[in-house]
């Protein structure tokens, strides 16, 4: 009995460090700066940028089907913050595509507007049955078991001191989330 004991704490040992490891790995992949990003991945974020250039106009962004906000409210933590998440539904297919992300994050701003912050990549998990996870501009996707997806976020119209591919940017904020109109937000 206490060997089996030992060998179960064993192995819960080696999973908290084969799963550190691999967020290490992960995270350290997430907080490149754009600086050091090499001339192909610049280029690709770039590319990013300018696809969803005319969404930082909210409406149009409506408009061109980012209507449907997942999750639910302004994401915010101690780390920073990702805004408001805008999905277009069409585009939950499974699929990778530079110029077709999920998902569209908003900052609210304190007149009620939204500012265009970045760009968020999700495929759910029942559209991925590879055992890695998805890939973008050399980028791997991170797990999230909340919203059973892999998602990678660029934070294309707001510099991120964390990183460009980050989880969270601390020069975004939810603190005027609450005069961004009830129309808009849903």
Same mark, same amino acid.
């Given at each position: ?7 179960? &704490? ?5 999973? #908290? ?13 997430? $907080? ?18 300018? /696809? /969803? ?22 994401? @915010?933590?101690? #780390?920073?913050? @990702?805004?408001?998440?805008? &999905? ?11 110029? $077709? ?15 265009? /912050? ?19 501009? &050399? ?40 005069? /961004? ?6």
């Amino acid at each position: 009995m206490r060997s089996l004991r030992l060998a179960s &704490g064993i192995s819960l040992v080696l999973a #908290a460090c084969i799963g550190a490891e691999d967020k290490a790995l992960t995270d350290a992949e997430h $907080r490149v700066k754009a600086a050091d990003l090499s001339e192909e991945d610049a280029r690709s974020v770039n590319f990013v940028k300018r /696809v /969803v250039e005319g969404y930082r106009d909210f409406k149009a962004a409506r408009i061109a089907g980012y209507s449907v906000q997942y999750p639910q409210g302004c994401v @915010q933590t101690s #780390a920073g913050s @990702q805004g408001l998440h805008f &999905g277009n539904p069409a585009l939950l297919d499974g699929k990778a595509e530079m110029n $077709r992300p999920e998902l569209l994050m908003f900052e609210p701003q304190m007149d009620g507007s939204m500012a265009l /912050v970045g760009v968020d990549y999700v495929i759910p998990f029942e559209h991925w049955k590879r055992k890695d996870p998805p890939q973008l501009i &050399g980028r791997r996707f991170m797990r999230n078991d909340d919203l059973q997806a892999w998602t990678l976020h660029i934070w294309t119209h707001r510099e991120n001191p964390e990183g460009l591919f980050a989880l969270y940017n601390p020069h975004v904020s939810c603190g005027s989330a609450a005069n /961004v109109p009830e129309a808009a937000a849903q």
